[in-house]
Structure formats: structure tokens, C-alpha cells
């Protein structure tokens, strides 16, 4: 069992910049792939930035390619989330999950392939 706690949301104007954290416990943190996801108002969840046992693999929606930066501190258990640049169309609640890819270099995109997910953390852009 991995448990994952968000925070870092809150309320930001356009051209602002927030990070997220996600800490983790539980079973070792360095062996999973984790991931952001985000959910806006009537919307589907959306896949925002996944990451590699390492760290040293990313891959992001080119909705916030260039914006965002996902990173992770592995001897701190946490994720993180640079979020430059924030448009309106931001706003979400943002979560973070973990999966387990069975690879040091594999990324996941699918929410199906997450295990692990934490409660949310809201991120509200004004205009």
C-alpha cells in the first residue's frame, strides 16, 4: 500500500505560479512510476505529467508542455509539481498517483494504469 497526501493548491492569477507536493508512506516510493492527473468542473479526469522511478524520464500533456515540471525527491518520499504560467483553463483538482511500470525507464499515461491515488489538491485560476 502506497498513501499519497497532496497540497500546494490554492488560488493563483493568470501568469502566477503554484507547486504541488505529494507526499507519500507506505511501500517504497523510489519503485513507482507516479504520475499527475487533473479533474476541472465537469470535465473528465485528465493525464497531466508522469515520471520515472528515477526521475530521470518525463512526459507531459502538451497542454502544459513547457509550463509544468514534475520532479520527485526520493529520499523526501515526495512529487512535486512546478506550475508556471497559469492559465484559467488550469483550473482543476489537480492528483497525484503512483503505478507500478515494472520498468526504471517506463512512463504511464493511463489512469488505469495507477494504483495509488491521493485525494486532490484544488488549483483555482483567475482571469
Known amino acids: 500500500q502506497v498513501q499519497l497526501v497532496e497540497s500546494g493548491g490554492g488560488l493563483v492569477q493568470a501568469g502566477g505560479s503554484l507547486r504541488l507536493s505529494c507526499a507519500a508512506s507506505?511501500?517504497?516510493?523510489?519503485?513507482?512510476?507516479m504520475g499527475w492527473f487533473r479533474q476541472a468542473p465537469g470535465k473528465e479526469r485528465e493525464f497531466v505529467a508522469a515520471l520515472s522511478w528515477s526521475g530521470g524520464y518525463t512526459y507531459y500533456a502538451d497542454s502544459v508542455k513547457g509550463r509544468f515540471t514534475i520532479s520527485r525527491d526520493n529520499a523526501k518520499n515526495t512529487l512535486y509539481l512546478q506550475m508556471n504560467s497559469l492559465k484559467p483553463e488550469d483550473t482543476a483538482v489537480y492528483y497525484c498517483?503512483?503505478?507500478?511500470?515494472?520498468?526504471?525507464?517506463?512512463?504511464?499515461?493511463?489512469?488505469?494504469?495507477?494504483?495509488?491515488w491521493g485525494q486532490g489538491t484544488q488549483v483555482t485560476v483567475s482571469s
Open positions: 507506505g511501500r517504497t516510493f523510489s519503485s513507482y512510476t
Open positions: 498517483a503512483a503505478g507500478n511500470s515494472g520498468s526504471v525507464y517506463r512512463i504511464l499515461i493511463l489512469e488505469r494504469q495507477y494504483d495509488y
